[in-house]
């Protein structure tokens, strides 16, 4: 039930256990087209980070070592699995706890999300402006980031209606988190630990995402000696209109995880 703790669904019955990490102002729900094609092979564990949908009350900071620490208490042994703001949970859970996360997939998700000198990120100007734009106007920057998630995919328009209906369909996001996740964005980067990453890692970034380059994800990849899987007509959400083809890098990568 909801509460102040973390909420987490089970769902599937497969012998392959994994954890999914929602993205920013999401919920665990958003995955349900992924949890259909992965229910089979896999039982699923939903989290829905503080602040977002049933934790809404969850009193937790939004830090991904922290969030990572509470989701290794409640969870067994498994892989996980980040989507956006949730790979920098699932990174730092293979990081820190490379016994209890047992593989990692970062789904349209890197250690440092905003571009540098060196590096081919998203867009600093873009997540400035969300940030000031929160503060004045929640409801109109939520629908201007779920727009943003949309685009590129092969029917933008039909992605923002399901992301918009999911969206709140577990309640409103605490603003406080919103912030905060809109921080962590910016000034994350976990780069530099990447070397020190040794669970075999799978790298899927949709080809058209506006908001987490391809390239990035490849050079992520490369440097965790991972694999990086590119789904041609996706966005930022692949999930929606290519879970068959998210499932289908997820399932050998996963059962070859499990197998070593």
Do not use: K, N
């Amino acid at each position: 039930m909801p509460g102040m703790s973390l909420f987490i669904e089970r769902a599937g019955h497969g012998p392959l256990p994994l954890v999914l990490i929602h993205g920013w102002a999401m919920h665990g729900g958003v995955f349900a087209p992924l949890v259909e094609a992965m229910a089979a092979h896999c039982t699923l564990y939903l989290v829905d980070l503080p602040g977002h949908g049933h934790s809404r009350d969850c009193t937790l900071p939004l830090e991904p070592a922290v969030c990572a620490q509470a989701i290794v208490e409640r969870t067994p042994p498994a892989a996980w699995l980040g989507w956006s703001l949730g790979g920098l949970v699932a990174l730092e859970g293979a990081l820190d706890h490379p016994g209890h996360v047992r593989a990692l997939t970062m789904l349209c998700a890197t250690p440092r999300f905003v571009r540098d000198a060196d590096w081919p990120g998203g867009d600093p100007d873009t997540l400035a402006r969300l940030a000031r734009d929160l503060r004045e106007d929640y409801r109109g920057t939520l629908e201007r980031f779920l727009a943003l998630e949309a685009m590129g995919s092969d029917d933008p328009a039909a992605e923002l209606r399901h992301l918009r209906a999911l969206a709140f369909a577990r309640g409103e996001p605490d603003p406080r988190v919103l912030e905060e996740g809109i921080g962590l964005l910016g000034r994350t980067d976990l780069r530099p630990a990447l070397a020190r990453l040794t669970v075999p890692s799978l790298w899927i970034a949709g080809r058209r995402d506006r908001l987490v380059p391809p390239a990035a994800m490849r050079r992520a990849a490369q440097a965790g000696h991972g694999r990086f899987v590119e789904i041609a007509h996706a966005g930022h959400a692949p999930f929606l209109g290519h879970a068959e083809r998210v499932a289908a890098a997820l399932r050998p990568f996963l059962e070859g995880a499990a197998a070593a």
